[in-house]
C-alpha cells in the first residue's frame, strides 16, 4: 500500500516537471498530502500535544513572507524544537519530507493552506515551484533546529493567540 502510494507520487512528481494546469496541481497537492496526513491527520486537525494542526494556521502562515519560508523549510528540512499551539505544547520532531520536488511542495502547501479551521482564514497568495526553489536556495544548508529559530511571529493573527510567543525558547 505504501508502496504503491510512493510509485504513485512519484509518477506525479514527474508529471509536475511537465507543467501541470492549476486543477492538476490542486489534485496533486491533495496526494502529496496523504503523507502529511498520517501526523497532521486528513481535515489538518493535529493532535494536541503531538501533533500541530494545519487547518486555519497554514494559510496565516502563508499570508506573511517569514511565514512562506518558514512552511517551505519546514516541509523542505524539518522541524526540532518547542512550540505551543492551541495553548498546548508540542516538543516534537518532524522529519524532512525526503523526495519531494519544488513544484510538490508548493502544491501541497497550497492545499494545506485550502484546509479551513472553524475560524476560516483568507485565501494567501499560491506557491509557485520557483518561489519553493527562491525559498530553498536562501535556507540550503538550514537543519530542523534552524527551521525552528525562523517560526518567531509567522502564526501572528492565527486563532490561537498563544502562536504568537512561540518562536524560539530564550
Ligand atoms: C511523521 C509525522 C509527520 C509528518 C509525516 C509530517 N509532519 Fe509536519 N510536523 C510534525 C511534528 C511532530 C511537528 C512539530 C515539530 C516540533 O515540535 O518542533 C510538525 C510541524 C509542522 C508544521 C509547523 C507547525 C507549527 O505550528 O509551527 C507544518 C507547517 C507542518 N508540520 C506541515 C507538514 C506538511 C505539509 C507535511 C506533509 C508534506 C507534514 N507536515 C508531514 C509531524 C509530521
Known sequence: M?????AFVALVSLASLHGASAAETADHGAKIYQRCAACHLPTGAGVP???PALAGRVGVAA??????DYLVMTVAAGLMGEIEVDGVKIRGVMP??????????AAVLNYASSLKAPAATAAAKPFTAEEVAAIRG???GANPTAVHAIR????DG???ADDKSSGPEK
Open 63 to 68: 499570508a506573511n513572507d517569514a511565514g512562506r
Open 158 to 160: 492565527a486563532a490561537s
Open 49 to 51: 500535544g503531538a501533533f
Open 2 to 6: 505504501m508502496r504503491n502510494l510512493s
Open 152 to 155: 518567531s511571529g509567522v502564526f
Open 138 to 140: 536562501r535556507h540550503a
Open 96 to 105: 524532512a519530507q525526503a523526495g519531494l520536488t519544488d513544484a510538490d511542495i
